[in-house]
Every structure is written in structure tokens, then in C-alpha cells.
């Protein structure tokens, strides 16, 4: 083989290795950072993925590491986290960790409670509360909210009296106002 071949296929390996360390350094995000595991569970993660941010009085301080399915149907949807270790004297034992979401159809990313001053600190692998995310509520919402609209579309019916009277009210308004008024007749 020839020296230019020898270093061209040195080259190329040498930038082929380069990339992969590349991607694989840039998806740890807190690789070369101290951090400690904390848990939480929702009844559903309405579209958090794995690798989201979590964040601490609003700043990126952590990321969803794994999303565990629960065990039983009637179980919660586990979510473990990767906090940075300064947070440690924030974070506590009653912070509560909720779903938000970046504008209305944005990244969706954990946000975590300031804890109270006299609560117990957290050790890695404890289990925080959660609430609810507001999508959740939206749906449960809208659920119940669909049954009382359809009753009412019977307003909108035009056999309704009530549809029937309003028709009429715009007839009257709007042949009123077509009409010109006696004074302009007269001049």
C-alpha cells in the first residue's frame, strides 16, 4: 500500500469517529454535569417524550430520562428525570412536577415546584407528587361539554320556535331599515 493511501484511510477514520462521538456526546445533554434521579407519575404524559426539559422556577435544569408504562391498566405512567445536583436545595420532598407546554402547540416539558423550607431534602430515586396536566383537564372537559351542545343545536333547527322567532326579529330589522323614513319622503 501506498503512504498517500495509508493516510487518507486514517483520515477518513479519523473524521468517521469524530462524528459519532459528536452525536453520541450531544444527546447527554448533562453528561459532564453532577446529577441525582428523581421519579413522579401521571395518570397520562399527554405527549412528553423522552429527552424533553425539565425545568426549576423556569429554567433548564434537567431532562426526562425515561417514561415507563405502568405495570396494570389502572396504574400511573412513571417519569424519571435527571435533575442537575444544584437544584437539590430547591427540590424537595413537596414539590409537585407538571406537564406544561412551550405556546399552544409547542414542546411539551416538565416543570418542578419550588420545595418549602422546613421539607426533608430528596435522595436519589425518590418519588415527587405531580399534578395533572391541563390538557388532561381540557378533555374531560370537552367530553362533557359535547352531550349539552348537541341539545342545543335543536335551537338552530329551523322548525324551532325559537329559530323561527329570531328569523323573523332579523326580517323586521333589516325591512326597517331599508325602508326610507317618512320625513325623507316628504322633502
Known amino acids: 500500500m501506498s503512504r498517500e493511501f495509508r493516510l487518507g484511510v486514517f483520515i477518513v477514520a479519523t473524521l468517521l469517529i469524530l462524528a459519532a462521538g459528536v452525536f453520541i456526546i450531544g444527546d447527554k445533554e448533562l453528561l459532564f454535569r453532577s446529577t441525582y434521579s428523581v421519579k413522579t407519575e401521571f395518570h397520562n404524559v399527554v405527549g412528553l417524550d423522552k429527552g424533553a426539559d425539565v425545568r ?23 417519569v424519571v428525570m435527571n435533575l442537575d445536583s444544584s437544584t437539590r436545595n430547591i427540590v424537595k420532598k413537596d414539590s409537585l412536577a407538571s406537564i406544561k407546554s412551550e405556546g399552544l402547540l409547542g414542546d411539551k416539558y416538565i416543570e418542578i415546584s419550588f420545595g418549602s423550607d422546613d421539607a426533608e431534602k430528596l435522595k436519589n430515586w425518590d418519588t415527587i407528587g405531580s399534578e395533572p396536566p391541563l390538557e ?42 331599508t325602508q326610507p323614513s317618512s320625513k325623507a319622503k316628504r322633502s
Not at 56 to 78: A, C, E, F, N
Not at 145 to 171: A, E, F, G, V, W
Request: positive net charge; hydrophobic residues 30%.
Open 136 to 177: 388532561a383537564f381540557s378533555r374531560s372537559a370537552d367530553m362533557k361539554i359535547k352531550p349539552s351542545l348537541r341539545s342545543t343545536r335543536s335551537l338552530d333547527c329551523p322548525r324551532s320556535p325559537l329559530s323561527r322567532s329570531s328569523i323573523m326579529m332579523q326580517n323586521n330589522f333589516s325591512t326597517n331599515r
Open 56 to 78: 426549576v422556577g423556569g429554567i433548564h435544569k434537567g431532562t426526562v430520562k425515561r417514561i415507563d408504562l405502568p405495570r396494570q391498566p389502572d396504574g400511573k405512567v412513571t
